[in-house]
């Protein structure tokens, strides 16, 4: 299976939105698969903003928010902020017949 | 609070075994709640997943490297064990262990361990 696809990168000002996006096939995002988004800032560990398409967990922003339609799924930021600056990794989830993860390749926002 | 920590040799030589042990503490790798996985990065790349393991169930595994992975849980050590055989310099990485729950979220994780293949 092929990695998800994702834009290299992404870039806005202070205070401004911008949408992510991730697109797999009908056998991972568009199918029976749980979709989270995960934010990476340099040698650091990933940190999962988004789980579930549009859950955020406990302690995350609601500048952050998930959505997903067909076999793409989005992660928006509203009102940038300096430290949103950072790496983001969509993945994909299916556990119907087997276990399988898929991950995008990453998005790399810049804050201008 | 769940804390997973990654542990093992930094540079292994081309062709052997890369074994990896992931402690978990704050909570008890037998738990029905979690699944334990590895992820690896190589260095200025992205997120592969390399497999996942329920204690109570199978391991599965990336098909990529199915081959040459074997993952295991030692419960009585509440530990998580990686061995990937046969490694190449592709096989260079910072390897993470990281718990998620039935749906997939991965919201535990180590803070990570660069593996260097090189003779």
Redesign the interface.
Known sequence: ?S?LTQPASVSGSPGQSITISCTGTSSDIGGN??V?W?QQHPGK????MI??VGNR?SGVSNRFSGSKSGNTASLTISGLQAEDEADY?C???T?ST?????????TKLTVL | QLQLQESGPGLVKPSETLSLTCTVSGGSISSSSFYW?W?RQPPGK????IG?IHHSGSP?H??SLKSRVTISVDTSKNQLSLKLRSVTAADMAVY?CAG?G??????H????TLVTVSA
């Open positions: 299976q990695a698969s749980y989270s995960y560990a990933p940190k999962l789980y579930d967990p990794y993945s994909s989830y556990s087997t276990l399988y993860v898929l991950f995008g390749g990453g | 996985g992820i992205g997120l592969e997943w996942t599965y990336n098909p993470y998620h039935e749906l997939g979220e991965l919201n994780w180590g803070q990570g």
